[in-house]
């Protein structure tokens, strides 16, 4: 950012001339790193394996005032160290400043551990959160990490399960709620020119790193791992005689954006449990009006949402755990999950308040996504059900999925090959969706072109619904495997544009309109049922001679790859 790059050289100016004491009076974080440093009050050092927090107290107070002696445009480096913290607070009066440590795994805060339950002491009043940011432009978060602990606090959400199926019968346990904060590791808010460069967020209690109406954000070379789950307190359990463990979900999304908008996250490595990358408008967020999420650049990550088997990283292998069926085989939701959400109470109702922001231009590309539930998600509701966000007054404008294939290479350490793979349908929860390598709904102008999709169990490779204008272009699309998805369908097509028989009252049976779609120069493989499935739906391209078999020298056949049922104004080609 430029305004960083500014802050970087005066701070080397300053550094050089305070040297040679020409004005020793600006010599930077002299004041801030004597706090720091000072035996009686500065910070002291732990082990990760010393669970006694002896020193958290301490240490966030010498780093708050280290904080508080800073100038606009100045740097505070914290020494190498693990070191246990409560929740800080970032002054807001500072503005043009850099926090760094001596790198990942060597500079590390902890948040020091607690307990609440929900259900029997009401909201927590507690914030988990390593850093609080609010209020504030152009601040850097650079080599560090932030370990939010979450296998060791244990904050129990409202709610009950039904012990047959694992169903949420009362509330949503998944969200521990608090009458202040969250479940972060670092939550920043309502804050300009936000940068994350080499930082290593860790065991997310909630969602790992909430940002929430930010204009201007970059990420860069991070590490998102919400990886830990509670041992101490995995939840509460229903009364006897059904004592059985329903686990409270403390790892939840990896990045979770509410109205941010000017972003780029670029070549980072995410593991989350839930969504890794959530996009979400909420106009009714921290009140105001003119809410937006636009100009976002998903580029170059390397994303998975699957449950890892070390038991290092997952504590409670052998639990069998209700609700989210987090456990062994658990696959979480969406690798970049994109939705429009007006209000959601945390006690299990949903509404939909009719406001509207403005929500366009999200770029994915040159992504490697793998074991993950769906690729791409866009369009649904939170909770990720069939038909969660129905009002098709909230749209989102203008999304490209393109170039995620092994001619690009991602993640942090550049290495990952492009695509989408191993795509999973959850199969050991109540919540059972998923399967789909790119799933968009209620969207407009959408562009999906060039990407590799393959082995989708679940499963579709491209799904689109209630989409107008819209292009499906020069994918490869293999191994799509159908199991059951409802509704007597089985799945497993490898393009789906699909909507409702009974959408409006369209004297057409039911058609929806596209205003114009073209999908062309694919290359399907082996699928569970059909290549092309268009189905309710009209106005639109579709050349069955320009799509083609995974090999590419064989056209597909409009009567054999493909199923059209309810459909008009199709432009077939010749065929």
């Known amino acids: 950012m430029k305004n960083l790059l500014k802050s970087k ?41 010393d669970f006694r927090y002896l020193n958290a107290e301490r240490n966030s107070i010498a ?36 926090i760094s440590g001596m790198g990942i795994e060597k500079t590390v805060l902890r948040r020091k551990a607690f307990a609440w339950d929900n259900n029997t002491q009401g909201d927590c009043p507690t914030e988990t959160e390593i850093f609080k940011v609010q209020n504030i432009r152009n601040f ?56 994350f460069d080499n930082v290593s967020f860790q065991n997310g209690y909630g969602w790992c790193v909430t940002l929430a109406d930010i204009d201007g954000f970059e990420m860069q ?15 509460h359990r229903n009364h006897a005689p059904n004592d059985i463990v329903m686990h409270v979900h403390s790892s939840q999304d990896g990045l979770h954006m509410v109205n941010v908008s000017n972003a780029v996250i670029g070549f980072n490595d995410i593991h989350s449990e839930d969504s890794a990358i959530a996009i979400e408008l909420c106009p009714s967020q921290n009140g105001g009006s003119g809410k937006m999420s636009e100009n976002i650049i998903i580029k170059n990550n390397f994303v998975s949402t699957a449950s890892p088997a070390d038991k290092a990283k997952l504590l409670n292998d052998d639990d069998i755990i209700y609700g989210t069926g987090l456990a062994n085989n658990w696959v979480g939701l969406g690798a970049v999950d994109i939705f429009y959400n007006d209000a959601f109470d945390s006690h299990g109702k949903i509404f939909m308040g009719g406001e509207q922001g403005v929500f366009r231009n999200i770029e994915i ?54 695509g989408i793979r191993n795509v999973t349908k959850d199969t050991i929860s109540w919540n059972t969706n998923g399967g789909a390598g790119i ?66 009252s369209n004297p057409l049976k039911g058609q929806f309109n596209a205003y114009g779609f073209l999908i062309k120069g694919n290359k399907i493989g082996s699928v569970a049922t059909t290549k092309i499935a268009i189905i309710n739906t009209k106005n639109g391209i579709v050349r069955p001679n320009e799509n083609f078999d995974l090999s590419g020298s064989k ?16 432009d077939w080609g010749d065929l």
């Not at 004005?23 to 990760?48: E, H, R, W, Y």
């Not at 070379?221 to 939840?235: D, M, P, Q, R, Y």
Request: aromatic letters at 8%; a neutral charge.
């Open 63 to 98: 780093i708050a005032k280290a904080l508080d002696r800073l100038s606009p445009g100045q740097h505070l480096m914290l020494p190498e160290g693990v070191y246990d913290v409560v929740t800080i607070q970032i002054p807001s009066t500072l503005n043009g400043f850099i």
């Open 439 to 504: 799933a968009v709904r209620h969207t407009d102008s959408l562009i999906v072109s060039n990407n590799f999709i393959q082995d989708c169990k679940g499963g579709l490779g491209i799904s689109v619904q209630d989409v107008t204008r819209f292009g499906i272009l020069d994918n490869i699309i293999d191994r799509i495997v159908g199991t059951q998805l409802g509704y007597n369908w089985t799945g497993g097509e490898g393009i789906r544009v699909y909507n409702s028989l009974d959408y409006g």
């Open 365 to 418: 590309s040159q992504n490697a996504f793998e074991g993950v539930r769906q690729g791409v998600r866009c369009g649904f509701f939170l909770g990720g059900g069939a038909n969660n966000c129905e009002n098709t007054n909230h749209r989102i404008y203008n999304l490209q999925i393109k170039d995620n294939n092994p001619s690009c290479m991602a993640g942090r350490n550049k290495n990952k090959p492009a």
């Open 9 to 49: 050289i005066v701070i080397a100016l300053l550094f050089l001339l305070s040297a040679n004491n020409v004005f020793p009076q600006l010599v930077l974080n002299q004041k801030s790193q004597a706090i720091l440093s000072d035996p009686s009050t500065g910070l002291v050092p732990t082990t990760m394996d």
């Open 140 to 195: 850097e978060l650079k080599n560090i990490t932030l370990d939010g602990n979450c296998h060791q606090i244990a904050v129990c959400g409202y709610g009950e399960f039904e012990q047959t199926t694992g169903k949420i019968i009362k509330g949503t346990p998944q969200f521990p709620t608090y009458s202040q904060g969250s479940g972060s590791v670092i939550k920043v808010v309502q804050c300009k020119n936000i940068e």
């Open 221 to 235: 070379n991070c590490i998102i791992n919400t990886g830990n789950l509670s041992s101490n307190f995995k939840g």
């Open 555 to 570: 056209i597909l056949s409009k009567t054999v790859d493909i199923n059209f049922q309810n459909t008009s104004n199709i």
